[in-house]
Each structure stands twice: as structure tokens, then as C-alpha cells.
């Protein structure tokens, strides 16, 4: 946590702006996988949030042969800030609303992202939950127990975690396997590695367990690990 970001009048209108803007994007062809991008856009991650923002788009180009994808992004920042999008498929102007958020001091909210993932799946399926953190602030039983809740609605999360926290570490490995998801660690002088594990999910959201597979087969050693982990 840092407090070098304090919350500004002009910043405001922009997150209002953001979801405002993409709650007019056009709706998701009906039967389109479903998946949900959520960051932590705490201020800790204020040095990668570019990156992450720019890393989304390959969560469309590594899906194009497979169907494609809908995608929901969802972040949280500051006193109890949480906002999602509605699921889209356009990217351009998914990335050109995201470049006026910016990161914002507060204690994580990965329940939040959680409990907002179980919700939606029980709405519509949603194939997959990727999340973006650093660390965790929360009650684990917490956030296993909703894991657990996502795994019965076979709703996986791969946690991809930046840096090396051992707290969130063990946090992280919980969640994705009692989500029948996967954990991988990343750091902010490795993209390319993130830009794979993005495009691996992508893939297994597209298209299941054998896309994947498949996938993996022609990727790195990181991408066979986390295939491997998917039950």
C-alpha cells in the first residue's frame, strides 16, 4: 500500500466515465464464452498496470481460431472501489477506456472479485476467472470457501501472482486449486511469460481442456506447468 496516490476530482470523473462508456459497448453474441479479467489496481501495482492493460488484448488474439471470447473486466483500488464492465468482445476500446484508470492506495478486495465471479456464473456460466495481484489483506477461510463455491460451479480461477510475497503465494495456490483453476508467479521484467499464461487461459475459456492441451504442446515450460494443473 502506498498513500502517493490520493484520490483527485478529475480521476473520479474518469473511473465514472470508464464504466459509463462501456456500459454502451455492444452486447456479446448470444452462446459467447464468458470470461472475467479482474485486477488489483491497488497502489502497489501502479508500475505494472500499463503492462496488464496492454497484455489484455491477448486474451482475444490467442483466441481467434477457437471462437473467441466475451470478457468482463473487473478492478478494485482505493476505500472499497470495485467496478466491472460488461462482457465484451471489442478490445480496442476495451484497452482505450482502461488508460484512464489508475492505481489508487487500498487494501485488497479479492473476496469482492470472488464473490462477484460466483454471481455471475450463477447467471450465465462464465469458463474462467483470471485475476492479477501482488498480495492479500483478507480472511483466507474467506476466500477459500467462495473458491470452493466456484469449483462446484466449475467456474476455475488462475491466479497469477507478481512478485514473490509468500503470503499471497500460499493464498493464491489455495484459491486456484479449490477452483479447479491454477496459480503461476510472474515479474514485472518478465511480460512476454505473462502474455503466454493470459493466452493460455484464453484458450482453455475458448476452448476446454483439449484446446489447452493442445495449446500448451507448442508454448513454454510455464504453460505446460500450468496445464498441467487443471483437473
Known amino acids: 500500500m502506498s498513500d502517493k496516490s490520493l ?3 478529475s480521476d473520479k ?12 459497448l455492444p452486447k456479446d453474441a448470444a452462446g459467447q464464452p464468458r470470461l472475467i479479467f479482474a485486477l488489483d489496481a491497488t497502489a502497489s501495482r501502479e508500475a ?7 497484455l489484455q488484448s491477448e486474451l482475444f488474439l490467442a483466441t481467434r481460431d477457437v471462437g473467441g471470447l466475451a470478457i468482463q473486466l473487473c478492478y ?13 468482445r471489442d478490445t480496442s476500446q ?3 477506456l482502461m488508460n484512464g484508470v489508475k492505481c489508487l492506495g487500498g487494501i485488497t478486495q479479492i473476496s469482492r472479485v470472488l464473490a462477484h465471479a460466483r454471481d455471475e456464473t450463477r447467471t450465465q456460466p462464465v469458463k474462467a476467472v483470471v485475476f492479477i495481484g501482488d498480495c492479500c489483506e483478507e480472511s483466507i477461510d474467506e476466500l477459500c470457501h ?8 466449475r467456474t476455475p480461477v488462475f491466479m497469477f501472482q507478481e512478485g514473490s510475497d509468500p503470503h499471497a503465494s500460499a493464498v493464491f495456490r489455495q484459491i486456484s486449486k479449490l477452483s479447479g483453476g491454477a496459480y503461476a508467479p510472474f515479474d514485472r521484467s518478465s511480460p512476454q511469460l505473462l502474455k503466454d499464461l493470459l493466452g493460455a487461459v484464453a484458450v482453455y475459456a475458448s ?8 495449446y500448451s504442446q507448442r508454448s513454454s515450460n510455464e504453460v505446460k506447468r500450468l496445464t498441467g494443473q487443471i483437473r
Open 76 to 88: 478494485y483500488r482505493g476505500y472499497r472501489e470495485f467496478k466491472s464492465t460488461r462482457f465484451v
Open 48 to 54: 505494472t498496470w500499463d503492462q496488464a492493460s496492454h
Open 207 to 214: 476452448g476446454g481442456v483439449k484446446a489447452l492441451r493442445d
Open 13 to 24: 470523473r474518469a473511473i465514472d466515465q470508464f464504466i459509463n462508456q462501456v456500459r454502451t
Open 146 to 153: 467462495t473458491a470452493g463455491e466456484l469449483g462446484m460451479l
Open 7 to 9: 484520490p483527485a476530482q
Open 94 to 96: 476495451l484497452l482505450g
